[in-house]
């Protein structure tokens, strides 16, 4: 998974999946927000 560091305190990247979400932990990542609309199709 690629992140891109807009400032010290927002990064960004692509959707992620349940399996990215410890080492994110790991890197300190508190909050996680997914901007995917409701009833999108999946896998894309």
């Known amino acids: 998974m690629q992140i891109h560091e807009i400032d010290d305190q927002l990064s960004v990247a692509a959707q992620i999946s349940a399996e990215d979400a410890p080492p994110l932990a790991e890197q300190e990542f508190r909050s996680?927000?997914?901007?995917?609309?409701d009833g999108e199709a999946g896998g894309r």
């Open 32 to 37: 996680l927000i997914c901007n995917r609309p």
